[in-house]
């Protein structure tokens, strides 16, 4: 079993930035890929970043490349959001959530771990 508990949600003004983090207990962390997911009211579970095991390939939504950048520390199991130039659209709970292997990496159903989600709020 993975625990993961997000932090670093709030509310900002549009164009300014956050940092979410995502931390880690149990089972040993680099064995799993994590990845950062968002839902608006009314809306699907959507994806927004993921890295993989050891930091080396990161994939992000279109919606969000350019001005989220995921990140992580092995040695503190945390998994890092940075949000910069945030849209109201943006508006949004965000979820982390882990998994062994990364195929299919943006369908939310294939994940094993969730934590509770952080809110997120972009005043316009």
């Known amino acids: 079993q993975v625990q993961l508990v997000e932090s670093g949600g709030g509310l900002v003004q549009a164009g300014g930035s956050l940092r979410l983090s995502c931390a880690a207990s149990?089972?040993?962390?680099?064995?799993?890929?994590v990845g950062w997911f968002r839902q608006a009211p009314g809306k699907e579970r959507e994806f927004v970043a993921l890295?993989?095991?050891?930091?080396?390939?990161?994939y992000y939504a279109d919606s969000v490349k350019g001005r989220f950048t995921i990140s992580r520390d092995n040695a503190k199991n945390t998994v890092y959001l940075q949000m910069n130039s945030l849209k109201p659209e943006d508006t949004a709970v965000y979820y982390c959530a882990a998994r062994r292997s990364y195929s299919d990496y943006v369908n939310p159903s294939f994940y094993n771990f969730w934590g509770q989600g952080t809110q997120v709020t972009v005043s316009s």
């Open positions: 890295i993989t095991w050891n930091g080396g390939n990161t």
């Open positions: 149990g089972r040993t962390f680099s064995n799993y890929v």
